[in-house]
């Protein structure tokens, strides 16, 4: 069973497009993230919800907007999908409050805007 | 604020080579300190980590030593291999900061037959 899942695993689409990212954990973690790695693998924080709160929202475009149906999916939402948007986005999970736990990724979804 | 400073690649080592990568931290508090691997077309995953001063961590023949001293947390291989090819990035999680993770910027190494 793959602890965390994102969905899909490879987007291709135009500059102006609307496009969604799905991530699930069957871990039964209270605290999940989106983290976009750019080409250069730098790896950048976007959002973390816990217990479906938002409480990490870094200077990202308000075209991006993460959703929390419950702590077990936080989705990516993007809109009027711009060249400088292409990159691989990872979603992960983790337990809050345990200073010792770690972080769980999913295998990323490479976005690539044309 | 918390930070991670690692070794800035990329890493070119002939096969059973010794690594080093260097990672140096600054945290408010008392920080667990990581190592992720990312293999090519794939995730990041845990390589190893340590929770507290002088804790070392060990994993695939990898390892690192929580150096509060020094606020260092170097990963080091006796005897590298091709498999080893991969991104490596030091990141830290502190509870100050609600379990924010902060990252490296990531060290491409690459091992030659």
């Known amino acids: 069973d793959t602890a965390v899942s994102q969905t899909p695993k490879y987007l291709v689409t135009q500059m102006g497009n609307d496009k969604s990212i799905k991530c699930e954990q069957n871990?039964?973690?209270?605290?999940m993230y989106w983290y976009k790695q750019d080409s250069k693998k730098f790896l950048k924080i976007m959002f973390s919800y816990n217990n479906k709160e938002l409480i990490i929202n870094e200077t990202v475009p308000n075209r991006f907007s993460p959703k929390s149906p419950d702590k077990a999916h936080l989705n990516l939402h993007i809109n009027s999908l711009e060249l400088g948007d292409s990159a691989v986005y990872f979603c992960a999970s983790t337990e809050r409050g345990s200073n010792t736990g770690e972080l769980f990724f999913g295998e990323g979804s490479r976005l690539t805007v044309l | 604020g918390d930070s991670v400073t690692q070794m800035e690649g990329p890493v070119t080592l002939s096969e059973e080579a010794f690594l080093t990568i260097n990672c140096t931290y600054t945290?408010?508090?008392?920080?667990?300190l990581f190592w992720y691997v990312q293999y090519p077309g794939e995730g990041l995953q845990l390589l190893l980590k340590?929770?507290?001063?002088?804790d070392k961590g060990s994993n695939k023949g990898f390892e690192a030593t929580y150096r509060k001293e020094t606020t260092s947390f170097h990963l080091e291989k006796g005897s590298v291999q091709v498999s080893d090819s991969a991104v490596y990035f030091c990141?830290?999680?502190?509870?100050?900061?609600?379990?924010?993770?902060?990252f490296g910027t990531g060290t491409s190494l690459t091992v030659i037959p």
């Open positions: 990141a830290l999680s502190d509870l100050n900061t609600g379990n924010q993770f902060y």
């Open positions: 340590a929770t507290k001063a002088d």
């Open positions: 945290a408010t508090g008392y920080p667990s």
């Open positions: 871990l039964g973690h209270d605290t």
